[in-house]
């Protein structure tokens, strides 16, 4: 019994942080339109010489999130209503949120095979 309702407890937390697709299109979209990656990096790895601080993997709450881009700390642009409405900023989150890093060229098996 234990175990079915950590199953049903886990599940239901899976679904409740799981953006769908669509939301994270729109968000990638919005990190490109916002030229977020100047300072970020395209996968989340922070900028060059220290531009933008690393955000992937992303522990930062929505709340946090929003925070942040509302009222930023130190030299980010500041992203209000006008700018990015709530709907697109949890549509920024979910991208953030789902980043993942590039594989590794032995996991790309043309590379992998290019580079035998």
Request: positive net charge.
């Amino acid at each position: 019994m234990k175990s079915i309702m950590i199953g049903m407890l886990s599940l239901v937390s899976l679904c409740a942080h799981s953006a769908d697709a669509d939301a994270i299109q729109r968000g990638k979209g919005l990190f490109m339109q916002h030229q977020c990656y100047s300072c970020h990096g395209t996968e989340g790895q922070g900028g060059e010489r220290n531009a933008g601080p690393k955000i992937f993997p992303n522990p930062t709450p929505f709340v946090a999130f929003e925070l942040q881009l509302r009222t930023p700390r130190n030299q980010m642009p500041r992203y209000p209503v006008q700018s990015i409405s709530d709907a697109q900023l949890k549509d920024l989150y979910a991208y953030v949120e789902n980043m993942r890093t590039s594989p590794a060229v032995a996991q790309i098996p043309l590379l992998n095979n290019a580079m035998r």
